[in-house]
């Protein structure tokens, strides 16, 4: 009999090989195409001649569907189509369960879209007796954190002489028709529970565990808790009558602290639900809740009042406490959570807030990190009494130290507010105004580090600290840095606090005209357009390639679409950099090709597509045929750097925000080009 020990083992000396094997297969896995939705029909019988025919997508983790009801100038919708030919009617518009809405900066439009899964219903009524079979078409886009597909058409199939489940094969080429209909929910279960989660909701867990482990720390340098070190010190020196039972005690106190800081955060979770959080985070009303309960968290940091659990909560814990043991020890920890609460409850409050954004198990991971920060300083010196010695003695650096959290509180209140002025459009809140709030906030704060401000409570400054100096002299260079924000600047550092720069009174700047190329301008390149910063831009591959060779440049082949989001953000994070923007427009031709371009080819032009045997009637469709026939790739964005006969200069890449790492592909390939 095998141990479980030893099936771990297997288990994951099998992750590491699969791991090894999956790197050296790295170009596959970057050139690959890409099916993470899956269309379901089925019929239900009204009465007499009415049916309901209802279409279910089933949708890859980590990836999103757009809903029927997005705006023109946004992401492609959902949309659905039927051919009745006097066989049957339709009853009404076609209904859609309920999706996520929230606001994308980068539209600057609200959009819906939907997770794991979507189903849509449509009546209809039946003028022929004796159908059988109903036929319609869907279109749809997906997208996922790093790429968008483009927009793709599948057919649907409805069997009304029995109203079993089929899943759809979309245009049917012969590639993918001998693919079996998979009816059994058990085989859909069995390959949603072996996906991993995807890298970049991994990365956003990271940045929540280490923010708010920060926090955590930040939290221990307040007043309402650095005192009570010294009391966990004398508790555990009566407790522990020798070094290796105050060890064990003192590590069970610790892992107490945790997980009565988890708990809160599961609870969380529990109630609201693991994805709630995130609708809720572009809610108006939930901003607008959560702007007033920050103010209040600030005003309280700041002296004006004290949050306070009931006096009954804490003196009834104590008491457990008196017990000792494993209980007393527990309740010890539970102690240090109230009686600190007026210090940390604004904190987590904070930290449940921000988790919102992210959704799922965010506030678990968020109170991990947290708690974690806590446990650890109390879990040593309760082990090691003889640390005390080393600590600093309290004073007025704690008030200090909260007084600072308050002003950072009130900042980020500013931030839901901004959430919820940039939904509801009401312009109330644009760039330079917020820019304004936070310049006012930070120069305060500085006044404050400076001693030239005294806030209640605030013990007498005979002199500033090398470390009060210090803080306050990086928070007086960050107000500085804010500055030509108002003026245009992009303020990289705070790149998604601050509203878009289309959001602004002014986009470009008061008192900034642009200069350089304009359309129609005689230095624009015939057969051009102005792309994203002015970079001169093809949109036909072969009339791109003819100026390249002309004027002996490699080509950028930027694979696009007008509605990928994540196009935007390369465009507007990566692209617009000094260095990255100048080789761009001197040293390389660039090519963007809409996959998504509704254009509808000249008839001569339409064909079939030998590699995915669809029909390819619009412009889009010519490209992203090319896209996949050439690169084995169907999402976006996607960049391939080539020479003037089109062979590749070195491997493509797709969505990277590491700016460096993408200019340093830029710099590889042009390289490459001089020295062939």
């Not at 930070?442 to 803080?471: A, C, E, M, Q």
Request: proline share 5%; aromatic share 12%.
């Amino acid at each position: 009999m095998i141990s479980v020990k030893t099936k771990h083992i297997r288990i994951n000396i099998y992750k590491l090989c699969l791991t090894i094997l999956l790197l050296f297969q790295a170009n596959e896995v970057l050139s690959q195409i890409y099916d993470p939705v899956s269309w379901e029909t089925s019929v239900e019988k009204i009465s007499g001649n009415d049916y309901e025919l209802i279409i279910k997508a089933t949708i890859e983790p980590g990836w999103h569907l757009y809903a029927q009801n997005i705006d023109e100038g946004g992401p492609v919708p959902t949309s659905f189509k039927f051919s009745p030919n006097g066989k049957f009617n339709l009853q009404g518009e076609t209904a859609q369960s309920n999706p996520h809405t929230v606001y994308d900066d980068i539209f600057e439009m609200e959009t819906s879209f939907y997770e794991d899964r979507a189903e849509f219903r449509q009546k209809i009524s039946l003028e022929e007796p004796g159908v059988a079979v109903i036929e319609g078409e869907v279109t749809f886009m997906v997208c996922d954190d790093t790429q968008c597909l483009p927009p793709e058409t599948k057919i649907l199939t409805f069997k009304l002489a029995s109203t079993g489940k089929a899943q759809l094969t979309g245009e049917k080429n012969a590639a993918d028709k001998g693919n079996d209909l998979k009816e059994n929910e058990n085989t859909e279960i069995e390959d949603k529970t072996v996906q991993d989660i995807n890298s970049s909701n991994e990365r956003s867990f990271w940045g929540i565990f280490f923010i708010a482990f920060l926090s955590g720390f930040a939290a221990l340098l307040t007043p309402c808790v650095f005192p009570m070190i010294p009391m966990t010190v004398s508790f555990f020196t009566k407790q522990s009558k020798t070094k290796s039972a105050g060890i064990r005690n003192a590590v069970f106190y610790g892992v107490c602290i945790i997980i009565i800081y988890v708990i809160l955060g599961s609870l969380v979770t529990l109630i609201f639900g693991a994805d709630a959080l995130n609708a809720l985070s572009t809610n108006v009303w939930f901003n607008l809740i959560f702007f007033l309960l920050l103010l209040i968290f600030a005003f309280s940091f700041l002296g004006a009042f004290e949050l306070v659990l009931p006096s009954s909560w804490s003196t009834r814990i104590d008491s457990k406490a008196d017990r000792g043991g494993v209980i007393g020890i527990f309740f010890m920890a539970l102690a240090l959570a109230v009686v600190s609460f007026s210090c940390t409850g604004p904190i987590v409050g904070t930290l449940l807030v921000q988790a919102a954004s992210e959704g799922g198990f965010a506030p678990l991971v968020g109170m991990l990190g947290f708690s974690s920060a806590i446990a650890i300083p109390f879990t040593l010196f309760a082990a090691f009494p003889g640390w005390l010695n080393s600590l600093p003695r309290s004073g007025g650096w704690l008030n200090t130290v909260k007084a600072v959290l308050g002003f950072l509180e009130l900042a980020l209140a500013f931030k839901f507010l901004s959430n919820a002025d940039l939904v509801l459009q009401l312009h109330l809140l644009e760039r330079e105004t917020f820019l304004a709030i936070w310049i006012a906030i930070f120069g305060t704060l500085t006044l404050y580090l400076f001693g030239k401000i005294n806030l209640p409570h605030d013990s007498p400054l005979p002199h500033i600290s090398v470390g009060r100096l210090s803080l306050g002299i990086f928070v007086l260079a960050f107000t500085l840095y804010l500055i030509p924000g108002l003026w245009g600047a992009p303020l990289q550092w705070v790149s998604g606090f601050p509203p878009p720069g289309q959001y602004s009174e002014s986009p470009y700047g008061v008192g900034n005209s642009r200069g350089g190329l304009t359309s129609g301008s005689p230095d624009l390149p015939e057969g051009a357009e102005l792309g994203p910063h002015d970079i001169p831009s093809f949109h036909d591959y072969e009339t791109g390639m003819v100026y390249a060779t002309k004027e002996d440049k490699p080509v950028l082949l930027d694979f696009t679409g007008y509605a990928c989001v994540n196009c935007r953000k390369m465009e507007e994070r990566v692209w617009s950099d000094p260095k990255v923007l100048q080789v761009l427009k001197n040293d390389l031709v660039l090519i963007s090709l809409y996959v998504d371009d509704k254009k509808a080819l000249p008839e001569e032009e339409q064909y079939v597509s030998k590699t995915t045997g669809k029909k390819i009637e619009t412009v889009g469709n010519k490209w992203s045929d090319f896209q996949i026939k050439n690169y084995k790739a169907n999402a976006q964005p996607y960049y391939v750097l080539l020479d003037n006969k089109g062979k590749n200069l070195n491997a493509p890449t797709a969505y990277d925000p590491d700016i460096d790492s993408y200019l340093n592909w830029l710099n590889e390939g042009i390289k490459n080009y001089h020295e062939k």
